[in-house]
Nanobody, 124 residues
Framework: QVQLVESGGGLVQAGGSLRLSCAAS????????MGWFRQAPGKEREFVAA????????IYANSVKGRFTISRDNAKNTVYLQMSSLKFEDTAVYYC?????????????????WGQGTQVTVSS
């Protein structure tokens, strides 16, 4: 089992940047594909980005492609989400998730473990 703790959220103006981090416990972090999801008030949780075990493969939601970058450091048991050119509609609670199957897809059901989330608020 792995425990995930997100950090780095906060309040930022539109057009600004933030970097989210997700620290994982355990010694098997490199065996998990990782993903980021977000949930805005009154909306369902949606896929943002995912990264393979080695970091060689990444996928993104169309809404964030070109603005967000997912990366990981297996030596530090951490996955990152660099967010740039933030928009008001990026406001949400952001969650990281771990997929022990190593697929790293875009469906919530692909993932086995979830963090508690970190709030990102973009002011217009």
């Amino acid at each position: 089992q792995v425990q995930l703790v997100e950090s780095g959220g906060g309040l930022v103006q539109a057009g600004g940047s933030l970097r989210l981090s997700c620290a994982a416990s355990g010694r098997t972090f490199s065996t998990y594909a990782m993903g980021w999801f977000r949930q805005a008030p009154g909306k369902e949780r949606e896929f943002v980005a995912a990264i393979s075990r080695s970091g060689a493969r990444t996928i993104y939601a169309n809404s964030v492609k070109g603005r967000f970058t997912i990366s990981r450091d297996n030596a530090k048991n951490t996955v990152y989400l660099q967010m740039s050119s933030l928009k008001f509609e990026d406001t949400a609670v952001y969650y990281c998730a771990a997929d022990r199957g190593g697929v790293g897809g875009s469906r919530r059901t692909d993932y086995d473990y979830w963090g508690q989330g970190t709030q990102v608020t973009v002011s217009s």
